[in-house]
């Protein structure tokens, strides 16, 4: 069989990820191979800690990507900080909170799993009885939870886990970016990030960041391969090899120690993702996503839908429309894809087959692409019989987007 070249159709991606990488990011992807220990590349290294320390607001000395999905980011944190028995919090609210439970278990600590309904969060005060009563080592959280497209505060949680030598591990994949995270000021000891959100690169990476007080129980586990060290056997070794944060640390740091090879034109896309958030500024794209995140609300509601979930605890990259009364939801995104080229997104669990989810994030997250939606939306959920307001959504959308008059976003 002789294969034709590579020939894809165009798409508008309005879910919450994999999104549209910046045409930025894909032609710096197309730049030639370096090699890993080239004075040039080790700089564009350097270049991603420093641009990665400004999107997560922190001053750690330690901010660098894991090569992998964001999964492989949250997994490295967990195994490389929990030991056989360690007592660890996760209070879960959908689907990625049992991704962080199921980590936490298979790193061997005594999980304390919280559970609420999908759709909630947690009231904080609930927490703090949790943390005095189990008095954890870790709390793991995921901050904006795209299953249900609700935004857990993480600010007074990691205060009063820094009060009480509690560590908090939390999960930003869906939010740092494009909503606010402020690594330092909220007291997160660990935050991993993902590429393919909003920072509009393609998946394949995991940045995080942690702190001194992660880095000293990375100390204490420390041991290198046999080839490069032949003294540092360690009895509290981490488990896995690729995720051992302490033999990464060291590759990303001035002995560059060998551990895995980076992925050139991952780190080239990554890098200019983040110039390219450095250029628009961090709180201009934070500001520019709550904007469409909220015009695309004011369309959704002219139109008769019901947005699903409170509106309070509301991501603002992320919106679940629940399907109107007698429509399938398979049909509706089947019709989006095929008629219109955009993509929307399914729920899991509970929320299969009764929601369907809309994100608006990293370069997805345009003027242009929320007035498609909601037009392409509104012709969609008519032509499989159901009652919306014609004509009033992009309508409303489009006076949102008047009324903020110099506030416009710029794309
Ligand atoms: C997308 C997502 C993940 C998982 O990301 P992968 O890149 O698929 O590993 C984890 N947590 C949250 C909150 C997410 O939205």
Redesign the pocket.
Known sequence: MAYKELNLPSRTIMT??PVEADPRVLRAMSTPIIGQFDPVFLNLMDEVMDLSRYVFKTENKRAFPVD?????G?EAVLNSIIEPGDKVIVPVFGR?GY?MAEMVERSGAEVHMLETEWGQIYDFEFLKKKIDEINPKIVAI??????TGRLQPLDELGKYCRENDVLLVA?T??TTGGVEVKTDEWFIDANIT?T??NLAVP?GM?PLTYNDRIESILAKRRKVEKGLDYDSENPRFIQSNYFDLSQIQEYWSPSRLNHHTESTSMLYALREGLRVIQEEGIDNRIERHTLHGNALSVGLEAMGVKLFGEKDSKMPVVTLVEVPEGLDEVKIRHTMLHEFGIELAGAFGPLAGKVFRIGNMGYSCRKNNILHTLGALESTLTHHGAKVNKGDAVEASLEFYKNLGDKQPII
Do not use: C, N
């Open positions: 919450p990820g992998g999905t964001s999964r492989s949250i990625f991704l995921v901050h904006g939870e795209t299953s999960d994949v869906a993902g393919q959100k998946t995991s």
